[in-house]
């Protein structure tokens, strides 16, 4: 299935369309992620859980955490 949306330049789209919609990721197709502070909390809580599971890796990456930048105020 096509997405078919009407582009900027006047023709139509020929991108592969998302089965619920029918419209690809450029014309509606794709999440934006969630909106509800509840759903935030919940991604929140889960990237930092993986995160978290991550660290002990670094080390061998050969690359160092990253760290929260400081800013240089004058």
Avoid: D
């Amino acid at each position: 299935m096509l997405c078919r949306a009407k582009t900027r330049s006047g023709g139509i789209c020929q991108l592969k369309g998302n089965p619920k919609n029918g419209r690809c990721h450029f014309h509606g197709g794709a999440s934006t992620g969630p909106k509800s502070a509840e759903g935030r909390s919940r991604i929140a809580a889960v990237q930092y859980k993986h995160l978290g599971a991550l660290k002990h890796l670094w080390p061998l990456s050969g690359l160092e955490m990253p760290r929260a930048r400081q800013l240089n105020v004058s």
